[in-house]
């Protein structure tokens, strides 16, 4: 069935790049997602890309899908301390078909220090 | 702000009892879809409402039921509660299957609920 994988923490300093990594098992998946989701809130849709890109950068947010290895990963160019929160990594099915749901992983808790 | 509005915020009730959360999507858009957070099975996929029809069931319990209304807010009922069905209860709304160009789910801040 589908699944999405990822690292369950990070913890890098204030000013590194973070680097969250996620591997996904549905090859007919349209479009991936990044979400966060800090403590006591709602998720928070970060950026996602379109399954034929290999990029997409966004201010800070670059995202980087291997589609042969099925592996995206989202990087955080200059973290701060703000952007301590989960990731979440998200597939969904075909644009075409009946479902539309989103399978996720079970989120990256990412810290940082100051 | 996302643009989707869950109410109530907390809820907390005893087992055997039956709640309803509700939600709003993003004007315009007319697909509403149920999740559930939980810290053993992280976000799952409960049920996705299109115009009023559901569309798709995900990991949804026979005690659990939703609806999708005219105006397009939804309402997720949950009944015979028991205390593993204490989470947060997120919707999202999308333009799926209304022209829009991504599948993308705008989500509301949760519902949570503590069965006691």
């Known amino acids: 069935g589908e699944d999405v994988e990822q690292s369950l923490f990070l913890s890098v300093r204030e000013g590194d790049s973070s680097v969250i990594n996620c591997t996904y098992t549905?090859?007919?998946?349209?479009?991936l997602y990044w979400y966060k989701q800090e403590p006591g809130a709602g998720l928070q849709l970060l950026t996602y890309?379109?399954?034929?890109?290999d990029m997409k950068q966004d201010q800070r947010l670059t995202v980087l899908l291997n589609k042969k290895d099925k592996h995206l990963s989202l990087r955080i160019a200059d973290t701060q301390t703000g952007d301590s929160a989960i990731y979440f990594c998200?597939?969904?099915?075909?644009?075409?078909?009946?479902?539309?749901?989103?399978?996720f992983g079970k989120g990256t808790k990412l810290s940082v220090k100051p | 702000d996302s643009g989707v509005t869950q109410t109530p915020k907390h809820l907390i009730t005893a087992t055997g009892q039956r709640v309803t959360l509700r939600c709003s999507p993003r004007?315009?858009?007319?697909?509403v879809y149920w999740y559930q957070q939980s810290l053993d099975q992280g976000l799952q996929f409960l049920i996705q409402?299109?115009?009023?029809?559901?569309?798709a069931k995900g990991n949804i319990l026979e005690r659990f039921s939703a609806q999708q209304f005219p105006d397009l807010h939804s309402e997720l009922n949950l009944s015979s509660l028991e205390l593993g069905d204490s989470a947060l209860y997120f919707c999202?709304?999308?333009?799926?299957?209304?022209?829009?160009?991504?599948?993308?789910?705008?989500f509301g801040p949760g519902t949570r609920l503590t069965v006691l």
């Open positions: 004007s315009g858009d007319l697909s």
């Open positions: 549905d090859s007919s998946s349209t479009y």
């Open positions: 998200a597939e969904s099915g075909d644009y075409g078909g009946s479902q539309g749901n989103l399978i």
């Open positions: 999202a709304s999308s333009d799926r299957l209304a022209g829009g160009s991504t599948d993308t789910q705008y």
């Open positions: 890309i379109f399954s034929n890109m």
């Open positions: 409402y299109y115009n009023g029809e559901e569309r």
